[in-house]
């Protein structure tokens, strides 16, 4: 499984990004996909998870009515479209190809090599 995240960057408060993770090695129409952050010295930390579909969304409730999260199984990427940025978004961003059961995403060990962003106040 190969996960490949990319889109981070520098914005301004208030501004937007949108993040892509492109997956190969596994068969991404019918796997769960999430995306996770991480700041210097924390635990990782849950962001937003698609089901296979893309029928079922859940989001961290720090991130919720700002960020969106879709796929597209015709070019094997996931999105989070980023907008409204804060200060603490700040993280480097990671995809993830996991589970989904009963309204919750599972990681698994299949993680990518992250992205930064940083959002300037």
């Known amino acids: 499984v190969q996960l490949v995240e990319s889109g981070g960057g520098l914005v301004q408060a208030g501004g937007s990004l949108r993040l892509s993770c492109v997956a190969s090695g596994i068969i991404f129409s019918i796997r769960p996909m999430g995306w996770y952050r991480q700041t210097p010295g924390a635990q990782r930390e849950f962001v937003a998870a698609?089901?296979?579909?893309?029928?079922?969304?859940i989001y961290a409730d720090s991130v919720k009515g700002r960020f969106t999260i879709s796929r597209d199984n015709t070019k094997n990427t996931m999105y989070l479209q980023m907008n409204s940025l804060k200060p603490e978004d700040t993280a480097v961003y990671y995809c993830n190809a996991g589970g989904y059961y009963s309204g919750r995403y599972y990681p698994s060990a299949n993680w990518g090599q992250g992205t930064q962003v940083t959002v300037s106040s």
């Open positions: 698609l089901a296979n579909g893309g029928s079922s969304t």
